[in-house]
């Protein structure tokens, strides 16, 4: 029975090429949207899953809430002694370790790279169990200058040669010992290094107090449970640790979150950490996008299926009156469309395979669809084609096994109202999701051209950034490293920072302004000479830093402070009332100074961020004044190039680095570059989004030809008396699209409402972003209605340039 429903599933395949193309492409369609959309769903839940102690590891994060009013700031770095302090107060806890991450430069023999580090106990390694390939596991970070490579890290300094014993070249200066080697981290894990130091390395290169100054954030601190413990009463006596430590109020201004391992990557957004994280919201997103697709490609099914209902309704007659139970019919027409779906998985997964290379390039995954390497996943596809062949198969099996075998076979057979209206509903239902995700592409297109458009207060063009790692930023050296590029001709301008535009601002202090009574806190941004003209920041009041004057270099009693506008104006002055007045910035000694000038305000970081009060400062020396922790020496030089000569320039600028620094690479970038990355995500969602817009209005539109179709062919006889009568090709192909025309209508009303509530909250974690028109709304909505045009007025106009006859005539 079986092989005889297969027989007759391929011969009716086979006999209508066209509707079964149609269903194949738009079944694989939709098979490939959700393939590579649960592939990159399945990477991004099983982020950090893959540790044995996964469900038992935490990480403690710190959050602080000002006293002045200033808005909460959620870390994800905590200070260096709480890993040992909640250790000690509670016996639910059986480990604890820290991870610092660092960049730093390595040698040896002549070869010198950059790597990203990180500052780890020795501990880490009860806690995750990397996978070890060489060294004491129990004490491979115990004693300083000792550090644990990852494999290819070990390859690229030592190759085949055994790297147990061997000596690094730390920062040019200090000797590390290999102790340890393990393979390279997964890609989907939060944690981020290619080298760990010691941790009784740190204060040698951070700073003496850089393991006891409880302040200093930038340790990501992990608990290891005991099995069977819960979190939950560590996190309720956080406050009385606080209190205990950190002294009588601690806890009104410090509280703490307790985030599970396997949660980091999704659902944690805070300040410092150590990898770019996902985001639940797009996981979600997208899973509910590659499910629609699907279904809309059921839907298509079902209206092809029915569309060619009237073709095949002779033969239900035929077979009924043989002797064909309805059972049997069902059975036949869903096996029918599981064949269809079958081949369209096997096209799919061909396309999957073409695709992933690319697909992995655009998320910078290695995701891999191993058919094999999992037990599950072969049954799981045959599931998933049986699932959609059946939800797609249903409807048209239950409507064409209805037909009376007395009325097909005098072909008067007809389509029901409720057929009809099914019909209808689906294709508003398609029209509607394609719609919704046309004004959501649209949107996220119109907010990355207003933030790359948006006035930033700066100039990021032809600029070029050096940047530096040692614990003294550019170096003593940095005045006459900075005479010598200015000597050449492909550079215009050299100055310097703590921190360029387009990454995070500068470390917040506690600011005490003439004629207040309250402290509150601002971000602290060091600077060299030339600062703003380097970087065409427009001077509002006073006057810009001077090598001239000693106040503008820290070193009198009363230093010079240069504040933004915004800074002035939540200080309560004008830009020109400001000047003269005095400042203190609680922190480094700087001390009480005096406010010289006000400039432009600046958009340090994305358009997520509002802009914040900036006070600018030069250090004593450069690079001089150094802060264990915040790193508050000049690290980026910001060196502007002529436009002519650009590689010049490049070749320059690493020359005269050399020159400086033998042992340490040069570490170059464009701003622009770091410009481009702050939006990555969201051009990133914008290209996704425009593929799938376009994949949904290619499948809707597929469900509109076989609705069409089947309208068309059902009015067939109409259309013959119509041309008979007179009527021409363009008012048949009017009157036809007249009535699709009012379904696209309905699924524009539909689908506005939706993409206004869905696309306001996606512009809401903006603090600055465009205002929703309804240009927006109009221009996809009518993109949707002439698509829909052209794909019904083509199938109209061919059916209105038949013969007559052929339509009027009754066999």
Same mark, same amino acid.
């Given at each position: 029975?079986?092989?005889?429903?297969?027989?007759?599933?391929?011969?009716?395949?086979?006999? %209508?090429?066209?509707?079964?193309?149609?269903?194949?492409?738009?079944?694989?369609?939709?098979?490939?949207?959700?393939?590579?959309?649960?592939?990159?769903? %399945?990477?991004?839940?099983?982020?950090?899953?893959?540790?044995?102690? !996964?469900?038992?590891?935490?990480?403690?994060?710190?959050?602080?809430?000002?006293?002045?009013?200033?808005?909460?700031?959620?870390?994800?770095?905590?200070?260096?002694?709480?890993?040992?302090?909640?250790?000690?107060?509670?016996?639910?806890?059986?480990?604890?370790?820290?991870?610092?991450?660092?960049?730093?430069?390595?040698?040896?023999?002549?070869?010198?790279?950059?790597?990203?580090?990180?500052?780890?106990?020795?501990?880490?390694?009860?806690?995750?169990?990397?996978?070890?390939?060489?060294?004491?596991?129990?004490?491979?970070?115990?004693?300083?200058?000792?550090?644990?490579?990852?494999?290819?890290?070990?390859?690229?300094?030592?190759?085949?040669?055994?790297?147990?014993?061997?000596?690094?070249?730390?920062?040019?200066?200090?000797?590390?010992?290999?102790?340890?080697?393990?393979?390279?981290?997964?890609?989907?894990?939060?944690?981020?290094?290619?080298?760990?130091?010691?941790?009784?390395?740190?204060?040698?290169?951070?700073?003496?107090?850089?393991?006891?100054?409880?302040?200093?954030?930038?340790?990501?601190?992990?608990?290891?449970?005991?099995?069977?413990?819960?979190?939950?009463?560590?996190?309720?006596? !956080?406050?009385?640790?606080?209190?205990?430590?950190?002294?009588?109020?601690?806890?009104?201004?410090?509280?703490?979150? !307790?985030?599970?391992?396997?949660?980091?990557?999704?659902?944690?957004?805070?300040?410092?950490?150590?990898?770019?994280?996902?985001?639940?919201?797009?996981?979600?997103?997208?899973?509910?996008?590659?499910?629609?697709?699907?279904?809309?490609?059921?839907?298509?099914?079902?209206?092809?299926?029915? !569309?060619?209902?009237?073709?095949?309704?002779?033969?239900?007659?035929?077979?009924?009156?043989?002797?064909?139970?309805?059972?049997?019919?069902?059975?036949?027409?869903?096996?029918?469309?599981?064949?269809?779906?079958?081949?369209?998985?096997?096209?799919?997964?061909?396309?999957?395979?073409?695709?992933?290379?690319?697909? %992995?390039?655009?998320?910078?995954?290695?995701?891999?669809?191993?058919?094999?390497?999992?037990?599950?996943?072969?049954?799981?596809?045959?599931?998933?084609?049986?699932?959609?062949?059946?939800?797609?198969?249903?409807?048209?099996?239950?409507?064409?096994?209805?037909?009376?075998?007395?009325?097909?076979?005098?072909?008067?057979?007809?389509?029901?109202?409720?057929?009809?209206?099914?019909?209808?509903?689906?294709?508003?239902?398609?029209?509607?999701?394609?719609?919704?995700?046309?004004?959501?592409?649209?949107?996220?297109?119109?907010?990355?051209?207003?933030?790359?458009?948006?006035?930033?207060?700066?100039?990021?063009?032809?600029?070029?950034?050096?940047?530096?790692?040692?614990?003294?930023?550019?170096?003593?050296?940095?005045?006459?490293?900075?005479?010598?590029?200015?000597?050449?001709?492909?550079?215009?301008?050299?100055?310097?920072?703590?921190?360029?535009?387009?990454?995070?601002?500068?470390?917040?202090?506690?600011?005490?302004?003439?004629?207040?009574?309250?402290?509150?806190?601002?971000?602290?941004?060091?600077?060299?000479?030339?600062?703003?003209?380097?970087?065409?920041?427009?001077?509002?009041?006073?006057?810009?830093?001077?090598?001239?004057?000693?106040?503008?270099?820290?070193?009198?009693?009363?230093?010079?402070?240069?504040?933004?506008?915004?800074?002035?104006?939540?200080?309560?002055?004008?830009?020109?009332?400001?000047?003269?007045?005095?400042?203190?910035?609680?922190?480094?000694?700087?001390?009480?100074?005096?406010?010289?000038?006000?400039?432009?305000?600046?958009?340090?970081?994305?358009?997520?961020?509002?802009?914040?009060?900036?006070?600018?400062?030069?250090?004593?020396?450069?690079?001089?004044?150094?802060?264990?922790?915040?790193?508050?020496?000049?690290?980026?030089?910001?060196?502007?190039?002529?436009?002519?000569?650009?590689?010049?320039?490049?070749?320059?600028?690493?020359?005269?680095?050399?020159?400086?620094?033998?042992?340490?690479?040069?570490?170059?970038?464009?701003?622009?570059?770091?410009?481009?990355?702050?939006?990555?995500?969201?051009?990133?969602?914008?290209?996704?989004?425009?593929?799938?817009?376009?994949?949904?209005?290619?499948?809707?539109?597929?469900?509109?030809?076989?609705?069409?179709?089947?309208?068309?062919?059902?009015?067939?006889?109409?259309?013959?008396?119509?041309?008979?009568?007179?009527?021409?090709?363009?008012?048949?192909?009017?009157?036809?699209?007249?009535?699709?025309?009012?379904?696209?209508?309905?699924?524009?009303?539909?689908?506005?409402?939706?993409?206004?509530?869905?696309?306001?909250?996606?512009?809401?974690?903006?603090?600055?972003?465009?205002?929703?028109?309804?240009?927006?709304?109009?221009?996809?909505?009518?993109?949707?209605?002439?698509?829909?045009?052209?794909?019904?007025?083509?199938?109209?106009?061919?059916?209105?340039?038949?013969?007559?006859?052929?339509?009027?005539?009754?066999?």
């Amino acid at each position: 029975m079986w092989l005889n429903y297969l027989k007759i599933s391929l011969r009716a395949a086979v006999g %209508n090429r066209l509707f079964s193309a149609i269903n194949v492409v738009g079944l694989a369609i939709g098979f490939v949207c959700f393939l590579l959309i649960g592939l990159y769903v %399945n990477d991004e839940l099983r982020y950090d899953r893959h540790y044995a102690n !996964a469900e038992r590891i935490y990480r403690l994060s710190p959050d602080v809430t000002p006293n002045d009013g200033s808005p909460d700031t959620h870390w994800a770095a905590s200070g260096p002694l709480v890993a040992e302090q909640f250790k000690q107060e509670f016996e639910e806890i059986e480990r604890t370790a820290r991870l610092r991450p660092w960049r730093v430069d390595l040698a040896y023999e002549g070869s010198a790279f950059r790597e990203n580090a990180a500052f780890a106990d020795n501990d880490l390694f009860a806690i995750f169990d990397f996978h070890w390939l060489q060294g004491d596991v129990e004490a491979a970070l115990l004693q300083p200058f000792t550090t644990v490579l990852t494999a290819s890290v070990a390859r690229k300094y030592f190759g085949d040669a055994d790297p147990l014993g061997q000596t690094l070249l730390l920062q040019g200066s200090y000797p590390v010992q290999v102790t340890g080697v393990i393979e390279d981290l997964p890609r989907n894990t939060h944690l981020r290094f290619d080298m760990l130091l010691s941790m009784p390395t740190a204060p040698t290169l951070l700073g003496s107090n850089a393991l006891t100054n409880p302040t200093l954030l930038g340790y990501h601190t992990y608990v290891l449970l005991r099995a069977g413990a819960s979190i939950d009463r560590i996190v309720a006596l !956080a406050p009385d640790i606080y209190e205990r430590y950190l002294g009588e109020g601690a806890s009104a201004i410090w509280g703490l979150t !307790a985030m599970r391992l396997t949660d980091i990557h999704l659902h944690s957004h805070r300040e410092s950490e150590l990898n770019a994280p996902g985001s639940s919201a797009s996981v979600y997103a997208f899973s509910a996008i590659a499910l629609i697709i699907l279904l809309m490609a059921c839907f298509n099914f079902m209206n092809l299926a029915i !569309a060619r209902g009237l073709q095949r309704a002779k033969e239900v007659g035929v077979r009924k009156t043989l002797g064909a139970l309805r059972v049997q019919m069902l059975v036949q027409f869903i096996a029918e469309a599981v064949l269809m779906a079958a081949f369209a998985m096997i096209v799919a997964i061909a396309a999957v395979e073409l695709l992933l290379p690319a697909f %992995n390039a655009f998320l910078q995954k290695q995701i891999t669809f191993a058919y094999f390497g999992n037990v599950w996943t072969i049954p799981a596809l045959a599931l998933l084609v049986v699932l959609t062949g059946t939800v797609a198969g249903a409807y048209p099996a239950f409507y064409l096994s209805a037909f009376a075998p007395s009325r097909v076979l005098k072909g008067i057979a007809a389509a029901g109202r409720r057929s009809v209206a099914l019909r209808g509903v689906l294709v508003v239902v398609q029209f509607s999701i394609a719609i919704v995700l046309l004004v959501a592409t649209a949107v996220v297109f119109l907010q990355m051209r207003f933030a790359s458009a948006i006035e930033l207060g700066y100039d990021k063009d032809q600029i070029v950034v050096l940047s530096t790692t040692g614990r003294e930023g550019l170096g003593r050296q940095w005045d006459a490293m900075k005479e010598r590029l200015l000597a050449a001709p492909e550079i215009e301008s050299v100055t310097a920072s703590n921190v360029v535009p387009a990454s995070s601002v500068a470390t917040s202090y506690f600011i005490r302004h003439e004629g207040g009574t309250d402290q509150r806190t601002m971000p602290v941004l060091l600077v060299d000479f030339e600062f703003f003209e380097t970087y065409g920041i427009r001077l509002l009041a006073g006057r810009s830093f001077s090598k001239a004057l000693d106040p503008d270099r820290a070193q009198a009693a009363n230093p010079s402070y240069i504040v933004n506008a915004l800074a002035a104006r939540q200080l309560g002055w004008s830009p020109e009332e400001a000047i003269g007045k005095g400042l203190e910035v609680t922190c480094c000694n700087f001390g009480n100074g005096t406010i010289v000038g006000v400039v432009d305000d600046v958009y340090f970081e994305s358009l997520h961020m509002p802009l914040a009060p900036t006070v600018y400062l030069v250090p004593p020396e450069p690079a001089a004044v150094i802060h264990s922790e915040t790193r508050l020496g000049l690290q980026q030089a910001s060196i502007r190039i002529r436009g002519n000569d650009a590689q010049g320039a490049l070749a320059r600028i690493r020359e005269t680095w050399t020159a400086f620094f033998p042992n340490q690479p040069a570490s170059l970038r464009l701003l622009q570059d770091d410009f481009d990355a702050l939006y990555q995500s969201e051009y990133n969602q914008n290209r996704m989004l425009f593929g799938f817009s376009a994949l949904a209005i290619f499948i809707a539109c597929l469900g509109l030809f076989g609705l069409a179709s089947f309208s068309t062919e059902r009015r067939r006889k109409e259309i013959g008396v119509r041309k008979v009568m007179g009527g021409s090709v363009w008012s048949i192909v009017r009157l036809v699209t007249h009535e699709f025309s009012r379904l696209v209508l309905l699924a524009n009303l539909i689908a506005w409402p939706v993409a206004y509530l869905v696309m306001q909250r996606w512009l809401a974690q903006f603090a600055y972003r465009i205002d929703l028109t309804p240009l927006v709304f109009i221009g996809s909505g009518a993109i949707a209605l002439c698509i829909a045009w052209v794909t019904v007025g083509a199938i109209a106009a061919k059916a209105a340039s038949g013969r007559p006859v052929l339509a009027l005539r009754y066999e």
